[in-house]
């Protein structure tokens, strides 16, 4: 496995300070958040100064019960291409459910959530990487992520998953030590017995990010400082195998410059704590190229399974027999401060114009209206709401609001010449006096 070294996350927010770092060796950008024939200047200075930069992936759903989507398959390989990745990463999760399996109308989580560890998941995720595996023109690593729920009757511990997970498909491993802190506060999950049973040799490499507890619930945030805790966990990891890269995550709330490069020194030295002179066990046993469908009653129930779950997060219906209602609520609102959160980025007009309305009355939205399409259509369907439902009392806001929405609903992007503005002011009065 090549060697990476210490990264930190590309962010848009941070894109200046990462160029300017002298110990970074690579970066790690949101798949999602690099369009190809856009790329972002600053990742493509990066490249031509010989870091390397790989994709992350938040969108596959790789555990989910359908088949990959082709289409997100290949924007993933597109920007594994333009940015000459030596791989390409994504997570062990479900984004979405519902759909042609279930007959229901399909469900957006907005964030990841964690599969069933049971032998029907199972083999529906090793047929689905397998898939990923063939469509992508790179070597694949999938990553563990955080839990605040916990399924009901499962199969397999998290070392055991990942193990039969990578010994069947051959995919590597990215190893969240972040993840398997919160696994452990949320779960009781010992992450030393999860290292123990993992296979080494399949660790692509690893990442390592701060949260906060709240109530007893461990929330991995990426927007605070790493703890003690999970700087000791990867130690335990370092003392197991030399990982071949490791990198820093941070999402929101950043810190200055300085405090991010304090928080990589003091990862590099927890992984020297651990002894970086342990040498690599091999590499993980490929498995054969052909796919062996997972059977068609697993998915199905697999489906079932995973619809029932998010619609009880996302739409209010009755929380599936097995499950903690009170972390089930806990998710529930975690999902929809999400939503707020990111739906306030890729329209930051809406916050803006409803000022400190904004929050609260879209969280009274997400309670009543599950996320069907992507965050800029959660956007558009927001104020749609707002406006039909004529709830807001400011007539001035409420106009902004209107203006906003029209220009964005229609099937052409909104113009910034004020001539187009103009006319197209003009034709919605004409649309409205017929």
């Given at each position: 496995?090549?060697?990476?070294?210490?990264?930190?996350?590309?962010?848009?927010?941070?894109?200046?300070?990462?160029e300017?770092?002298?110990?970074?060796?690579?970066?790690?950008?949101?798949?999602?958040?690099?369009?190809?024939?856009?790329?972002?200047?600053?990742?493509?200075?990066?490249?031509?100064?010989?870091?390397?930069?790989?994709?992350?992936?938040?969108?596959l759903?790789?555990?989910?019960?359908e088949?990959?989507?082709?289409a997100r398959l290949?924007?993933?390989?597109?920007?594994?291409?333009?940015?000459?990745?030596?791989?390409?990463?994504e997570?062990?999760?479900f984004?979405?459910?519902?759909?042609?399996?279930?007959?229901?109308?399909?469900?957006?989580?907005?964030?990841?959530?964690?599969?069933?560890?049971?032998?029907?998941?199972?083999?529906v995720?090793c047929?689905?990487?397998?898939?990923?595996?063939?469509?992508?023109?790179?070597?694949?690593?999938?990553?563990?992520?955080?839990?605040?729920?916990?399924?009901?009757?499962e199969?397999l511990?998290?070392?055991?998953?990942?193990?039969?997970?990578?010994?069947?498909?051959?995919?590597?491993?990215?190893?969240?030590v972040?993840?398997?802190?919160?696994n452990?506060?949320?779960?009781?999950?010992?992450?030393?017995?999860?290292?123990?049973?993992?296979?080494?040799?399949?660790?692509?490499?690893?990442?390592?990010?701060?949260?906060?507890?709240?109530?007893?619930?461990?929330?991995?945030?990426?927007?605070?400082?790493v703890?003690?805790?999970?700087?000791?966990?990867?130690?335990?990891?370092?003392?197991?195998?030399?990982?071949?890269?490791?990198?820093?995550?941070?999402?929101e709330?950043?810190?200055?410059?300085?405090?991010?490069?304090?928080?990589?020194?003091?990862?590099?030295?927890?992984?020297?704590?651990?002894g970086?002179?342990?040498?690599?066990?091999?590499?993980?046993?490929?498995?054969p190229?052909?796919?062996?469908p997972?059977?068609?009653?697993?998915?199905e129930?697999?489906?079932?399974?995973?619809?029932a779950?998010?619609?009880s997060?996302?739409?209010?219906?009755?929380?599936?027999?097995?499950?903690?209602?009170?972390?089930?609520?806990?998710?529930?609102?975690?999902?929809?401060?999400?939503?707020?959160?990111?739906?306030?980025?890729?329209?930051?007009?809406?916050?803006?114009?409803?000022?400190?309305?904004?929050?609260?009355?879209?969280l009274?939205?997400?309670?009543?209206?599950?996320?069907?399409?992507?965050?800029?259509?959660?956007?558009l369907?927001?104020?749609?709401?707002?406006?039909?439902?004529?709830?807001?009392?400011?007539?001035?806001?409420?106009?902004e609001?209107?203006?906003?929405?029209?220009?964005?609903?229609?099937?052409?992007?909104?113009s910034?010449?004020?001539?187009?503005?103009?006319?197209?002011?003009?034709?919605?009065?004409?649309?409205?006096?017929?």
């Amino acid at each position: 496995m090549r060697r990476l070294g210490t990264g930190i996350g590309w962010r848009p927010e941070i894109a200046d300070a990462v160029e300017g770092m002298t110990g970074i060796d690579w970066v790690e950008a949101v798949a999602e958040n690099v369009c190809p024939g856009h790329p972002p200047e600053s990742l493509l200075r990066l490249r031509e100064r010989g870091v390397t930069v790989v994709p992350h992936g938040v969108s596959l759903g790789l555990g989910g019960a359908e088949r990959p989507d082709a289409a997100r398959l290949a924007d993933l390989a597109a920007r594994a291409e333009l940015l000459g990745a030596p791989l390409v990463t994504e997570h062990i999760a479900f984004v979405r459910a519902g759909g042609p399996l279930t007959a229901s109308p399909r469900l957006e989580a907005g964030h990841l959530l964690p599969v069933p560890r049971t032998r029907d998941a199972l083999d529906v995720l090793c047929e689905n990487v397998r898939i990923a595996r063939q469509a992508l023109p790179v070597p694949l690593a999938v990553e563990n992520i955080a839990a605040l729920i916990s399924w009901p009757g499962e199969e397999l511990t998290e070392g055991q998953f990942l193990y039969e997970l990578a010994d069947r498909t051959g995919v590597r491993l990215l190893i969240d030590v972040a993840n398997l802190y919160t696994n452990l506060v949320n779960r009781g999950e010992d992450p030393a017995e999860a290292l123990a049973e993992l296979p080494l040799e399949a660790i692509a490499y690893v990442h390592v990010a701060g949260g906060f507890e709240r109530d007893g619930v461990w929330h991995d945030s990426h927007a605070h400082p790493v703890p003690e805790a999970v700087l000791d966990i990867l130690t335990d990891l370092a003392s197991r195998v030399s990982p071949p890269g490791v990198l820093l995550e941070r999402d929101e709330d950043f810190p200055a410059p300085g405090e991010l490069e304090r928080e990589l020194e003091a990862i590099k030295e927890a992984v020297r704590k651990g002894g970086a002179a342990v040498r690599e066990s091999g590499t993980v046993r490929e498995a054969p190229g052909t796919i062996s469908p997972a059977a068609d009653e697993a998915r199905e129930r697999l489906a079932l399974a995973q619809t029932a779950v998010l619609s009880s997060l996302v739409a209010g219906t009755p929380v599936p027999e097995g499950f903690d209602r009170t972390r089930m609520g806990v998710q529930a609102r975690a999902l929809a401060a999400k939503r707020a959160g990111v739906v306030a980025k890729v329209a930051p007009e809406l916050p803006r114009i409803l000022g400190d309305g904004y929050r609260p009355a879209f969280l009274a939205y997400a309670h009543t209206h599950p996320m069907s399409g992507g965050y800029r259509r959660d956007a558009l369907d927001f104020a749609g709401s707002l406006l039909s439902a004529d709830r807001i009392e400011n007539a001035g806001v409420r106009r902004e609001l209107r203006e906003w929405w029209l220009d964005r609903s229609g099937p052409a992007p909104r113009s910034p010449r004020p001539a187009a503005r103009a006319a197209r002011a003009a034709r919605r009065v004409l649309l409205r006096r017929t």
